[in-house]
Nanobody, 115 residues
Framework: QVQLVESGGGLVQPGGSLRLSCAAS????????MGWYRQAPGNQRELVAT???????NYGDSVKGRFTISRDNAKNMVYLQMNSLKPEDTAVYYC?????????WGQGTQVTVSS
């Protein structure tokens, strides 16, 4: 089993940057595909970015070129660097771990982009 704890959310002005962190407990972190998803009020949860166990990255269309996902297997950490933030990026951001049919979610961290 994997437990995920997100941090780094907060209030930022449009055009600003934030870095989200996700700390994973449990063994064999490196075998998991890791991802970030977000959910705004009234919307479905949507893909932000994923990074596979081999390091391949995938991004949602709305964040390509602005967000970067990375992982540090030695520290059991996943990061999301968010640049050029827009008000429409406002949402609760969730960390996700997947291995085969197994999936785990963190509790989420709020990101608010507003002037």
């Amino acid at each position: 089993q994997v437990q995920l704890v997100e941090s780094g959310g907060g209030l930022v002005q449009p055009g600003g940057s934030l870095r989200l962190s996700c700390a994973a407990s449990g063994s064999r972190f490196s075998i998991y595909s890791m991802g970030w998803y977000r959910q705004a009020p009234g919307n479905q949860r949507e893909l932000v970015a994923t990074v596979s166990s081999s390091g391949s990255r995938n991004y949602g269309d709305s964040v390509k070129g602005r967000f970067t996902i990375s992982r540090d297997n030695a520290k059991n950490m996943v990061y999301l660097q968010m640049n050029s933030l827009k008000p429409e990026d406002t949402a609760v951001y969730y960390c996700h771990a997947r291995w085969g049919s197994l999936g785990y979610w963190g509790q989420g961290t709020q990101v608010t982009v507003s002037s």
